[in-house]
């Protein structure tokens, strides 16, 4: 029970402490790096606590009831890999905090930055510790959605904003296609489990669709690492914040491709497809990574390529397939991190301190921050591969694994040149690095003259480059015991025989490192000059830029396609469309008519059996219907009246609820009716007006004979499928199931409501978050929403009226409207508390009688519907505080916390639960948990209505600003 609140709190304080420093004021710079940097901490130390588990090789897993009757459930899994990864998220994540609150400047809105990274850390969090796939996509996803937000903190930035497009465009498609390899592989298991799908790697490997789905998660964890051909938006992701591109693009969000990769190393691994395409990829992305990092001119321009090489080291490593490749990938995962991150900040250190990342610029920095130059020298040597420092033990392992026999090829054969090259190249960045920032003549022309940061802003450098050393020098009491959870939490009984000894000897791993060393010198030494003066970017390569290949694909797909195939299909009169729809489903109804034959036996009908004739029913449906058909006539040029005609089609229809026992429904259609009416009434006082030709053309009389045949057609078809439903026996439904267990598992005897709060409170809970979707969308649009100006002078009887009024000396502009409207006035504000309290009535008799969350919002947006009629835009904004959005949020927090309140008993999400309680001088009162739910339901319908009344009614207040734009203008209106 320890064990499983851990895990759920450790999950749950990021996401906890993004909303408390997202609450925070701009200004509050100190206390949000103070909150952000505890809860980073307090993560740390969770982590840090799971280590006796690990180390016993264990596994802790707590599984909360999502959706058990899909196999989904929250499922948290910690092994020694997914605690080594938790460990990097948590632990950087809090040096990176101390580090980002020197680094942001004052003026930055600070609090928003650490919002969003701590969300980050969340959703890391939520990836590697995932016991569900499923579940792992989500988190995933939320991993691209905040790092989207982070890499555009500085959205003001033209660069920072494409960049973070582009990141979220890759890894987002990358995230879809996961998607699609997770339920492929769920399909072939049959659970999304991971420790049935880590059980069941011969049953995947054997499958038939064991490509597609190995293809599918390639794409998604290929992505998200940055490998060839989708390492581009790595780079251009560099305009994010230095902290940013040290937590994200160095130890988290690009590790989380070959985590997954590592992860599912036992189940998709072993094959030659996977050998093939992994490390293809692998060995592209080394090289070509390696080799654009040395002409780069930008320090972290550098460091972007040189992490998308070493990613492609650890990608290429987990293709070998075999386990000492996973060790060594393991191995290098860790020490990338470290030394990664930590030359990240000493490149914002520079920046920050001397106003430039141009290396071209920069030189001789050692004798204005000796100290910073020193760890920064260091973490590069780490990145080189130089003796005593992390870097090249793993990298001493890598070359160890590329000179054994994988798979009989020329590839294979090859393997060990191309390794040396690529570390030929990376020690010639690192060398250029080093020399040409730190060492020479002072830097001419900076911004600032460069000096030490504050110490505090070193620290987190200071302390990963420790790591460095003291995992170089004393690698098995270092990260010994920590490599060994990770590996065997991933290989279990293949755990092979390693060694982490500093000195293995002369042989061929070391004799590579070797030439790679004196490689790399000379390689930097032959092209110190050209770098020296040359341009952005590789010889050769400059011109082929894979950033711009994408840029013009997706300009091409979401444009010029797009725009063709709308200039093709679409249209923006809503007849063609409402045409090509109707088409679409006559289609679709012939369809299978035509593949199983038109013969007799398919289009027989049977003989409704005659219970007699209701003549007032049957009147009120031809009232209805020549209301619908009035209003489909009078809909183009006169809508008004087509307003009126729906009016009278929808009253029909609600009386048809109420004829076949059907309450909940006729109350429902009755209130959304009246809402709906003063919403388009609202709306359409600001379209412009529509009028009829004289005579109609050829065209327009071919057009509207075929739209009466398509119409006509399509009413015979839903009145020949409607008969031939009802003269057939109805089939056995879930109906029964609901009437049964309404009340004695729902607690209500509504059964309608029963099913809309409980037994498909999941489906509600979508659909009223769709609904604060559509009105916070509906509101935005109207905002800038600017009338037409033939629409925006006032109607011809306030015309009217206003002139009489200022014919009249004794009168004012508007005091015959005052006068029209006294008494429906005087009634609308009498009846406001009488509707609010109609409102909370049918709320709380829902569950056992027709009403419910829905109806009472509708109804309560009723009451300030008639405020606004009343009184008028600007009085009712100053007399009643409504503040929509906060009903919208409130609302839909209501309703998720009531679902979540069920895993705090140990049920599923949204578990109604519910007794009877005994209220004073009452008695006895039937109460269900799903009443709070309803109750969420109310206060975001009323947010959401009211939201969308406001949009309309702003316009009132928007349109005399146009009128003075040439428009006549509005006299007395008053804003009403």
């Known amino acids: 029970m320890w064990d499983d609140a851990r895990l759920l709190f450790l999950i749950a304080l990021p996401f906890l402490g993004s909303v408390v420093v997202a609450l925070l004021p701009r200004d509050a710079r100190d206390t949000a790096g103070a909150v952000t940097g505890a809860v980073a901490l307090l ?256 320090i972290k321009g550098l460091l972007a390529y040189s992490t998308i090489s070493h990613l492609g080291l650890i990608t290429l490593l987990l293709g070998l397939g075999s386990p000492l490749g996973v060790v060594a990938a393991v191995f290098h995962l860790i020490n990338h991190a470290t030394f990664k991150c930590s030359l990240f900040m000493a490149a914002g250190i520079i920046d920050h301190e001397s106003g430039s990342r141009d290396i071209r610029r920069l030189s001789g920095l050692f004798r204005f921050m000796p100290i910073t130059a020193t760890l920064a020298m260091v973490a590069a040597a780490a990145m080189a591969g130089v003796p005593l420092l992390n870097g090249f033990l793993s990298k001493e392992m890598f070359f160890a694994e590329t000179i054994t026999e994988h798979v009989d090829s020329l590839f294979d054969e090859a393997l060990p040149f191309l390794a040396t090259v690529a570390s030929m190249f990376s020690v010639a960045y690192s060398l250029r690095f080093i020399i040409d920032v730190f060492f020479g003549p002072p830097p001419v022309g900076l911004p600032r003259t460069p000096h030490e940061p504050p110490h505090w802003m070193r620290f987190p450098v200071e302390l990963l480059v420790l790591a460095c050393l003291l995992v170089g020098i004393i690698p098995v009491l270092t990260i010994g015991p920590f490599l060994h959870i990770a590996v065997s939490s991933i290989l279990g009984d293949q755990t092979p025989y390693y060694s982490l000894a500093v000195w293995h000897g002369l042989n061929f791993p070391l004799l590579m490192s070797l030439v790679a060393m004196i490689g790399g010198v000379l390689v930097y030494l032959l092209l110190r000059g050209y770098l ?155 379209m412009p007006k529509r009028i009829e030709a004289a005579g109609a053309s050829a065209r327009m009389h071919v057009r509207r004979t075929w739209d009466l045949v398509v119409v006509i057609t399509a009413g015979l078809g839903i009145a020949m499928l409607s008969y031939a439903v009802m003269t057939r026996p109805l089939p056995d439904s879930i109906a029964a199931f609901f009437a049964e267990r309404a009340y004695t598992e729902g607690g209500g005897t509504n059964v309608v409501n029963v099913i809309l709060v409980d037994f498909r409170g999941f489906d509600t809970l979508g659909e009223i978050t769709v609904l604060a979707i559509v009105a916070l969308s509906v509101f935005a649009l109207l905002r800038r929403f600017r009338p037409a100006p033939e629409s925006i002078g006032m109607p011809e009887q306030q015309r009217l009226q206003a002139a009489y009024d200022t014919a009249h000396p004794d009168r004012k502009a508007g005091d015959t409207v005052a006068e029209y409207m006294m008494l429906p006035r005087l009634i609308m504000l009498w009846l406001f508390p009488v509707v609010g309290v109609f409102a909370v009535y049918i709320l709380m008799r829902g569950h056992d009688m027709p009403g419910g969350g829905f109806a009472a919002g509708v109804a309560m947006s009723v009451s300030f519907v008639m405020q606004y009629m009343a009184s008028g835009t600007r009085w009712v904004e100053d007399h009643l505080r409504i503040l929509p959005v906060r009903w919208i949020g409130i609302g839909l927090l209501t309703a998720l916390f009531t679902g979540l309140g069920a895993w705090l008993f140990g049920y599923p999400f949204l578990t109604s639960h519910f007794q009877y309680v005994t209220l004073p001088v009452i008695g006895k009162v039937p109460m269900a948990s799903a009443l709070l739910f309803d109750l969420g339901v109310y206060s975001l319908v009323v947010g959401a209505t009211v939201l969308m009344l406001i949009a309309l009614a702003h316009q009132s207040i928007r349109s005399p600003k146009i009128s003075r734009k040439g428009a006549p203008p509005l006299a007395g209106t008053g804003g009403r």
């Open 43 to 298: 993560a740390s130390l969770i982590v840090a606590s799971f280590y006796g588990d690990m180390a016993g090789a264990g596994v802790v897993r707590t599984t909360v009831a999502w959706l058990p009757s899909l196999g989904l459930d929250f499922t948290i899994r910690l092994d020694g890999f997914a605690w080594i990864m938790a460990c990097l998220v948590t632990v950087i994540g809090f040096l990176v905090v101390v580090y980002a609150r020197y680094y942001m400047s004052k003026r930055d809105p600070v609090p928003r930055f650490f919002s969003f990274l701590l969300a980050f850390m969340g959703a890391m969090l939520g990836v590697v510790l995932s016991g569900n796939l499923i579940q792992m996509v989500f988190f995933w996803e939320l991993t691209s959605l905040f790092s989207f937000l982070l890499i555009g903190y500085w959205h003001q930035n033209q660069s920072a904003r494409e960049g973070a497009r582009m990141s979220l465009t890759v890894t987002g498609i990358g995230g879809l296609c996961l998607f699609a390899g997770v339920l492929v592989i769920g399909h072939i298991v049959g659970s999304y489990d991971l420790d049935q799908v880590l059980g069941a790697g011969e049953v995947i490997r054997s499958h038939e669709l064991y490509r597609v789905a190995l293809v599918l998660v390639l794409l998604g964890a290929l992505t998200k690492s940055a490998q060839f051909p989708f390492h581009f938006w790595l780079p251009q992701a560099m305009a994010a914040p230095t902290p940013v591109s040290a937590y994200l693009h160095s130890a988290t969000m690009v590790k989380v491709g070959v985590f997954l990769l590592a992860r599912l190393w036992p189940v998709l691994g072993g094959t030659e497809p996977w050998f093939w395409i992994v490390g293809g990829a692998g060995v592209t992305t080394l090289l070509l990574g390696a080799y654009i990092a040395i002409f780069q001119q930008d």
């Open 532 to 686: 020296t003066t040359g341009e952005e970017g590789p010889p050769l390569m400059r011109r082929l830029r894979a950033q711009r290949i994408f840029e013009r694909i997706l300009v091409a797909v979401s444009w010029k396609w797009a725009r063709q195939l709308e200039t093709l299909l679409g249209t923006r009169r809503l007849q063609p469309q409402l045409r090509l729809l109707i088409c679409l489903a006559l289609l679709a109804g012939i369809y299978p008519l035509y593949i199983e034959g038109f013969g007799p036996r398919r289009l027989s009908f049977r003989t409704l059996e005659w219970h007699g004739f209701d003549t007032a029913f049957a009147l009120m449906w031809l009232v209805g219907i020549a209301c619908a058909v009035m209003a489909a006539i009078q809909a183009k040029y006169h809508r008004l009246a087509a307003l009126i005609m729906m009016g009278g089609a929808g009253l029909s229809t609600c009386i048809t609820f109420v004829w076949l026992s059907a309450p909940d429904l006729a109350l429902t259609q009755l209130l959304v009716e009246v809402v709906t009416m003063v919403l388009l009434l609202l709306g359409l006082r600001w």
